[in-house]
């Protein structure tokens, strides 16, 4: 814009010039002060936290006493630690069982929402989304209650079904996990959004055309449907990886009312019990350093295998 | 005529069949589907509603909230049982239980007096009656403090909503319109924040709440919501984005500068995003757990629905009905607030999902 002004004559371009990058310095003060919340938040409570955090974990600190300098043994111990192999195992565990449904159950409510053939689209699609909203909390003892052993609703169906012996769910550790993947099908509430506003995104002369093609509803699923929405799919996939690594508010209520099933303890758990019961804030710090580069790397892998699998329709 | 037309239409009419078999076999598949899905709902409700130190928990036990039926005779409650007899099963009341027989009365036919019935009465079947038993709500409700609890979560959270909106507009209003330089960087800087684990700052920052004496209070619960946040920011930004550079510059050349833009171009023309995050954040509030656990465990006069449920319940753990009780009120609200303002919420979803 500078330039084009330069050349309508020397000295009003001067005067012009001037003008004109003054006011562009001031847009770019102001965007400046518009953006300090953000910019402070993240130096306050993003950036310096994680280097204390990074520094605190090769020290012994616990509450009340200074941190004292011990190299890499809160990082050895780590790696040494039962425990912590454990809540690795744990959150790897039901980690895998947990992600497919994460995905599929979302997709398949969506495809469902998305069909031309359901009547009452709205209210279908609010009452999917609805238990979303519950707070966590309440959806966790819903849950508890519904799959008691003994009386909960899910046992009598089972028993009534001719299953004469159904699981304890919540104190076996061999059915604690599908039960939080039970619990968890209350989370798909965004993913099935999202997914079906990526449906609805496609355009339908692409459906038109593959009908023409002789394509019938599978092939159209798989050729047209699940390529347009693959970006959707990346995004929860990652969301829901990170969530999985952070997993807590259900493990920790459960095992606080089932005298602590040993499935139960996630790594999340074992962070919070050494950072704020036992107060080895060093070694907790190192926990969480530790669950952030598992994260990192496992987005990483998402991300880099998203190149064979995400399309992109406009550009990039 | 009549009957060419039939014949015309026959092909459409075979379609138009088929359109409606198949949607109603599809919509009966979703009803069913969404049965499934829900069906932790009335189990909910069952439990919250029975006398549970009246009634056996016992898998074979009705789920439903019942009591034993009594009859009144002669100013005495007496139970009722469904007695066979010559005439079939029938329910009397028992007058004076006995071991080989026993004493009942009628009482459809009262004035008929005492009949002698000959067997154990112990293996008859209680009559039951459906009664409800509402007392569980406001027992739950005096016991756990629901007033103390919504009032504290309502202080969280409307401060971290003022927070958040404040921070956010300012932030997504600085990425929308504003020459930074570096912008785009920071841009995938702030998005990038979305996969930072919480607990990787957690530590450090609770010695520095510690340190400015705000642990056991509500400070750090809200204060941090006014630094922004990156999903917020990315909502109204992608907003902001959408709408038409020409207004605010016929703002600015009345001589309107950025933050009057904000406040009289921006933000009145922003409602569905605006309102969107307000909920988004209040539902995040209500349900957050883990930093009031963190803050406040020591401090249950300042406790949130979500940690004040939790001790409450494992406190009453013994008592499924006040447990479901109170689960049922702590989410009322939320699900209020989502159905009242269920367009602007799903479209928020929808363009922090889908529109990267």
């Known amino acids: 814009m500078t330039e084009q002004v330069a050349t309508l004559g ?26 300090s919340p953000w910019l402070i938040g993240f130096l306050v409570f993003t950036l310096f936290p994680m280097a204390a955090s990074l520094y605190l974990s090769f020290t012994d600190f616990t509450i009340g006493q200074p941190p004292n300098w011990v190299g890499l043994k809160n990082w050895e111990n780590l790696f040494k630690d039962p425990v912590t192999y454990n809540s690795l195992r744990v959150t790897f565990r039901f980690a895998i069982i947990m992600l ?35 707070p966590a909390i309440s959806g966790i003892f819903i849950w508890q209650s519904f799959l008691n052993g003994q009386t909960g609703l899910l046992n009598r169906l089972l028993r009534l079904a001719g299953i004469a012996d159904p699981p304890d769910w ?45 394509a019938g509803p ?29 997993y807590f508010v259900v493990p920790w209520v459960l095992s606080n009312t089932t005298r602590s099933n040993p499935e139960t303890n996630f790594i999340n758990l074992h962070l919070y019990r050494e950072g704020f019961q036992f107060f080895h804030m060093g070694y907790a710090s190192a926990l969480a350093w530790f669950l952030f580069i598992i994260g990192l790397i496992l987005t990483l892998i998402v991300l880099y295998s998203s190149r064979r699998w995400v399309y992109y329709s406009s550009g990039e | ?30 009803l069913i589907l969404l049965i499934v899905y829900l069906l932790p709902f009335p189990n909910m409700v069952t439990v919250s509603l029975r006398d549970q130190a009246a009634l056996a928990q016992t898998p074979d036990s009705t789920m439903l909230p019942v009591m034993p039926a009594t009859y009144n005779y002669e100013g005495k409650d007496y139970p009722l049982y469904e007695v066979p007899t ?38 008859l079947k209680e009559v039951e009656v459906l009664s409800p038993r509402w007392e569980n709500f406001s027992e739950a409700w005096q016991k756990i403090d629901f007033p103390r609890l919504f009032r504290n979560t309502f202080a969280i959270a409307i401060g971290g909503v003022i927070g958040t909106l404040l921070s956010c507009i300012s932030v997504a209003y600085a990425f929308a319109r504003f020459p930074i330089p570096g912008k785009n960087i920071l841009f995938v800087i702030l998005i990038g924040t979305i996969i930072l684990p919480q607990q990787v700052t957690l530590i450090p920052t609770y010695l520095f709440f510690s340190y400015l004496g705000w642990v056991g209070t509500w400070a750090p619960l809200i204060v941090p919501h006014f630094f922004a946040n990156a999903y917020n920011v ?8 959408t709408l038409p550079k020409e207004l605010d510059e016929a703002a600015m050349i009345d001589g309107a500068g950025p933050f009057r833009i904000l406040t009289e171009v921006i933000i009145p023309q922003s409602w569905p995003a605006i309102v969107a995050v307000a909920i988004f954040h ?41 447990v479901q009780a109170t689960s049922l009120m702590a989410m009322v609200l939320p699900l209020i607030i989502f159905f009242l303002a269920q367009r602007f919420f799903m479209r928020g979803v929808v363009i922090t999902g889908v529109e990267k």
């Open chain 1, 170 to 214: 919540l104190f076996s550790p061999t059915w604690i996990h599908p039960a939080m993947v039970l619990i968890g099908l209350w989370g798909v509430g965004n993913a099935m959004l999202t997914m079906l506003a990526g449906m609805q995104g496609v355009p339908t002369e692409y459906y038109e055309a593959a009908t023409v093609d002789g």
């Open chain 1, 100 to 134: 497919p449904v994460a995905i599929l159950v979302p997709l398949g409510l969506a495809s469902l929402l998305n069909s031309k053939y359901l009547a009452g689209k709205r209210v279908f699609r609010a009452l999917f989304y609805m238990p979303y909203i519950i």
């Open chain 1, 10 to 35: 020397e000295s009003a371009s001067v005067k012009r010039t001037r003008r004109t990058r003054t006011l562009e310095q001031q847009q770019r003060l102001w965007g400046w002060i518009f953006l």
């Open chain 2, 234 to 241: 990315f909502l109204l930004r992608q907003y902001f984005l």
């Open chain 2, 86 to 123: 010559d005439e079939g099963v029938r329910q009397l009341a028992l007058v004076k239980p006995g071991r080989r027989s026993s004493q009942f009365v009628d009482p459809a036919k009262p004035e008929a007096g005492i009949i002698e019935w000959e067997g154990n009465w112990r293996q």
């Open chain 1, 218 to 246: 599978l092939m159209r699923f798989r050729h047209i449907t699940l390529p347009m929405i693959s970006p959707v799919i990346l995004y929860n996939l990652v969301l829901t990886v990170i969530g999985l690594m952070q």
């Open chain 2, 1 to 30: 005529m009549a009957t060419q037309s039939s014949v015309i239409n026959a092909p459409q009419f075979s379609r138009q069949l088929r359109r409606f078999g198949l949607t109603a076999l599809v919509t009966l598949f979703g």
């Open chain 2, 282 to 322: 209040f539902v995040f509030a209500w349900n957050d757990f883990f930093m009031p656990l963190i803050y406040l465990l020591s401090k249950p006069e300042l406790q949130p629905v979500s940690i004040g449920v939790q001790v409450f319940n494992f406190q009453y753990g013994p008592r499924p009905e006040l």
